[in-house]
C-alpha cells in the first residue's frame, strides 16, 4: 500500500492547498467548499485515495496541464 500525503493532490502530485490538511489553517474552510468540482475529475482519483487526499484547483476543475517550458 502507498503512503497518501494528504497536503497532495492524488491525481498530478502538486500541492493541493487543502485547508483541512494543513495544521496552520486552524479550521478554516477549504477552497473546495465554494468551488464546484468536475465530475470527471473526482472519477479518475484511485479508490485507495478517495477522502484521504484533496484534488488541486487545477485538477478539480479538470483542465490540462500547464505547459511545460522548455
Known amino acids: 500500500m502507498t503512503d497518501i500525503d494528504p ?8 500541492r493541493n492547498r487543502c485547508a483541512q490538511a ?4 486552524d479550521g478554516t474552510s477549504c477552497w473546495c467548499f465554494e468551488t464546484a468540482i468536475d ?6 482519483i484511485a479508490p485507495e485515495s478517495v477522502d484521504r487526499a484533496c484534488l488541486c484547483p487545477r485538477c478539480a ?6 505547459d511545460e517550458p522548455t
Open 39 to 44: 465530475p470527471v475529475a473526482l472519477q479518475r
Open 7 to 14: 497536503t497532495r493532490c492524488p491525481l498530478c502530485g502538486q
Open 61 to 66: 476543475q479538470n483542465l490540462p496541464p500547464e
Open 22 to 25: 494543513d495544521p496552520a489553517a
